[in-house]
């Protein structure tokens, strides 16, 4: 069976991760969220998959290159041109990248999966894809059921007592909320619906094209399931994702490394003395990094691999990408540090260079200046001493 990975998108929600990092290729503790995509779709017997990319492109294609080392074969399909030399992306949208390939030749000749590039799933696809075909249904979206209180978060599927598609509501209010049942991001579809998408423009798979087969009354259905589903489009789902794999919520991902102690995994040449910091688990530490004595850490945090962590500092609860150095006496609570960015929990970013900052949250390759002591302790209080 055939599939289609929906890579295009710039990522915006999940800034500033997303200015040098392609969502497809966003860490779950080390490894790329599309990976876990590409293992889904191989042991569901879909090994030929077709991946719309644009925005950093390039970065997608030098991971994946043609899918051997992944059991399945890749190909891209590149949406935007070229300017001075550089590529620039110009997303057709996610109904408009699966009309570009089936113009280019004619790939989806069968019943085909579409997902999304930026959850993760543990889904009966092999089910999802019978119950499709027993209603002999032209589109499926595969959908969760959401507590009631989450349903403002997500698009909402609404349908009739056999499973036809009737409405939509995009991020309604509890009061409002005519279902529970989110749209997950995972399409199952014949070839016949690519006849409803325009050519050469761009077009919207849940905006434009399943309102038009809910007009056109088309055999359109959601099929419930009962799986493991995060998804990671913002920074706090993102967030919400490390944390659910550190604590084991999450079946289908293991944490890398060995485990030291319970609950704490390093990575290859940690360099620590166990017995003179504070760690408490659950904790990943990438490889070849660096905890000075009297450093603490609280978990769920994830330190990447070739950081520093000074003595006095604190991390907890707490996302640290690799080569971050986190200066003495820094004390990060509910804290996203990438680059010269260090974010809240919601999403909230605080330039560190904008911020004074730069000495204090920075590249463990970079030679740093002295710092006096009082200069320290005012510039920590300014990032926030209680998180």
Not at 202 to 231: R, S, T
Not at 251 to 260: A, C, D, F, M, R
Request: aromatic content about 10%.
């Amino acid at each position: 069976m055939k599939a289609m990975i929906l890579a295009a998108g710039k990522g915006t929600r999940v800034r500033p991760i997303t200015y040098t990092i392609p969502k497809p290729l966003i860490p779950i503790l080390q490894k790329p969220v599309m990976e876990f995509l590409l293992e889904l779709l191989r042991r569901h017997g879909c090994d030929q998959v077709v991946v719309n990319v644009s925005h950093l492109a390039n970065e997608i294609e030098s991971y994946f290159r043609d899918g051997q080392r992944f059991g399945v074969q890749i190909a891209y399909s590149f949406e935007g041109r070229i300017v001075d030399g550089q590529l620039v992306g110009e997303a057709l949208g996610s109904a408009g990248g699966m009309r570009r390939i089936h113009d280019f030749y004619p790939f989806f000749d069968d019943t085909f999966v579409v997902l999304c590039g930026d959850a993760l799933i543990d889904l009966d696809l092999t089910a999802a894809v019978k119950m499709h075909k027993e209603k002999g249904a032209i589109a499926t979206i595969v959908t969760k059921t959401v507590p009631l209180e989450q349903v403002p978060s997500y698009g909402v599927v609404v349908t009739d007592e056999t499973g036809r598609v009737k409405a939509f509501q995009e991020k309604p209010s509890v009061e409002e909320a005519l279902s529970t049942n989110i749209n997950t991001g995972i399409y199952i579809f014949e070839p016949e619906v690519l006849d409803y998408i325009p050519s050469g423009q761009e077009y919207d798979i849940g905006g434009e094209l399943f309102p038009k087969l809910v007009e056109m009354g088309a055999p359109f259905y959601a099929v419930p399931m009962d799986f493991e589903w995060v998804d990671i489009g913002k920074v706090p789902d993102y967030w919400h994702a490390i944390r659910s794999v550190l604590r084991g919520d999450i079946k289908n991902v293991q944490i890398p490394g060995k485990e030291v102690f319970p609950g704490i995994y390093a990575g290859l040449n940690v360099a620590v003395n166990w017995d003179k910091v504070d760690i408490q688990g659950p904790v990943y530490i990438g490889g070849m990094t660096h905890i000075e004595d009297g450093a603490k850490i609280i978990g769920p945090t994830m330190i990447g691999p070739n950081c520093w962590i000074c003595s006095g500092a604190t991390v907890d609860n707490s996302v640290i990408f690799e080569y971050s150095r986190l200066g003495a006496g820094v004390r990060l609570v509910d804290k996203l540090v990438f680059g010269r960015y260090c974010v809240d929990k919601t999403g909230a970013t605080i330039d560190v260079q904008a911020a004074a900052l730069d000495w204090l949250i920075t590249d463990t390759r970079r030679t740093l200046p002295s710092q006096e002591p009082a200069e320290r302790q005012a510039i920590a209080e300014l990032l926030g001493t209680d998180g």
